[in-house]
Nanobody
Framework: QVQLVESGGGLVPAGGSLRLSCAAS????????MGWYRQAPGQRELVAAI??????VYADSVKGRFTISRDNAANTVYLEMNSLKPEDTGRYYC??????????WGKGTLITVSS
């Protein structure tokens, strides 16, 4: 079983920056893709993801503002969020997927961007 623990959320003014972290722990696990999702009405939408090999994907709305990175040795993924906008507000969930397509989720961290 894999546990994901997020940190780094909070309240920030528009134009500000935040850095999210998510550490994976457990025994005998193997993680391929890690990423961040944001809760939207009715669904969780992808914000950014990164494979073990370093390939990344971003939502169009965050391209050029957010940067995802990971430390494979530490099983940790980061999301650097710059030029934050009020529409970035939401609960952000860390996600991890094993090579066998097992999905794991963190409990989420809340980000509020004030205008």
């Amino acid at each position: 079983q894999v546990q994901l623990v997020e940190s780094g959320g909070g309240l920030v003014p528009a134009g500000g920056s935040l850095r999210l972290s998510c550490a994976a722990s457990g025994s005998g696990f193997n993680i391929d893709t890690m990423g961040w999702y944001r809760q939207a009405p009715g669904q969780r939408e992808l914000v950014a993801a990164i494979t073990r090999g370093g390939n990344t994907v971003y939502a169009d709305s965050v391209k050029g503002r957010f940067t995802i990175s990971r430390d494979n040795a530490a099983n940790t993924v980061y999301l650097e969020m710059n030029s934050l906008k009020p529409e970035d507000t939401g609960r952000y969930y860390c996600h991890a997927r094993s090579p066998g397509y097992m999905d794991y989720w963190g409990k989420g961290t809340l980000i509020t961007v004030s205008s």
